[in-house]
């Protein structure tokens, strides 16, 4: 690889590449790199049909009478969860059932770099498991999943058919007769253990950090990004994205059509 006498002289060259030889440089900071970190938010899943939040067509942009009174923050927030539980469940249903939706060519990607020795570990903002149903095994879900669910009671845990296809306007238990809530992360919430330590923990310690498919708009992604130290970052994301920056290289593309460029068979 290259030597740079500063880390303002590396960024410039390789924010100067274009093309075949960018990608070039990106398949070569993988090959050198031994740790390899992934961050990943809902850019990642759109490619698969899921929509995300800010963006226009996204979650949070969809106009539904039923929620018009309702900031889309306060839909997927605890407040909502436990002061007006029959709206939070009406809503989670309708927007965020995600089981029979199939992983895309970024989760296969990720996966084959893990199976192959090239990836530590995923950390991940989304709640689909598109991750793990890819076959990625290293995956820190930090926002929770959608397919699993507890009650707020006894703690019993609930596979992912439960809420979804609970005809009743708030999902109870059987065993004591409590709510069975998301196990995701909402809003007003603070982010699991052991999965914000193990994402924290691969920040630390990777050479190289590929970021894909979020602005860094969520402060918790913001936090784990800045926490990262090593060689080479890498960000894949269709918009702008803080810390473009600090970047070695920007890709402005799809994800999916990155990544099986870089890894790809």
């Given at each position: 690889m290259k030597e740079f006498k500063s880390q303002r002289e590396k960024i410039k060259y390789y924010h100067s590449l274009a093309g075949g030889r960018k990608m070039e440089a990106f398949q070569e900071m993988v090959c050198e790199s031994e740790t390899i970190a992934f961050l990943g938010g809902a850019g990642v899943s759109t490619e698969s049909g899921i929509p995300d939040f800010r963006s226009k067509g996204?979650?949070?942009?969809k106009k539904d009478r039923r929620f018009a009174g309702y900031r889309p923050e306060y839909l997927l927030s605890s407040d909502c969860l436990f002061k007006r539980p029959e709206v939070f469940f009406s809503y989670f249903r309708?927007?965020?059932?995600?089981?029979?939706?199939?992983?895309?060519?970024?989760?296969?990607?990720?996966?084959?770099?893990?199976?192959?020795?090239k990836l530590?570990?995923?950390?991940?903002?989304?709640?689909?498991?598109?991750h793990?149903?890819?076959?990625?095994?290293r995956v820190y879900e930090i926002h929770g999943s959608a397919l699993r669910s507890y009650c707020v009671s006894c703690r019993t845990q609930y596979g992912p058919d439960y809420i979804f296809?609970?005809?009743?306007?708030?999902?109870?238990?059987?065993?004591?007769?409590?709510?069975?809530?998301?196990?995701v992360t909402l809003y007003g919430e603070s982010l699991p253990h052991p999965a914000y330590d193990n994402a924290?923990?691969?920040?630390?310690?990777?050479?190289?950090?590929?970021?894909?498919?979020?602005?860094l708009a969520v402060g918790s992604a913001a936090q784990l990004a800045h926490l990262f130290h090593g060689k080479y970052l890498v960000i894949i994301n269709k918009g702008p994205t803080k810390m473009e920056g600090k970047a070695d290289l920007v890709f402005h593309e799809s994800i999916g059509e990155v990544l099986t460029g870089l890894y790809g068979e």
């Open positions: 996204g979650l949070y942009r309708q927007n965020l059932d995600c089981r029979t939706v199939e992983p895309n060519d970024a989760h296969r990607v990720l996966s084959k770099m893990e199976a192959d020795g530590s570990g995923i950390v991940t903002q989304n709640i689909d498991g598109l793990q149903k890819a076959g990625s095994r296809e609970n005809p009743d306007p708030i999902p109870r238990c059987p065993a004591c007769g409590k709510m069975i809530r998301p196990d924290v923990n691969l920040m630390n310690t990777s050479n190289m950090l590929i970021i894909g498919g979020t602005s």
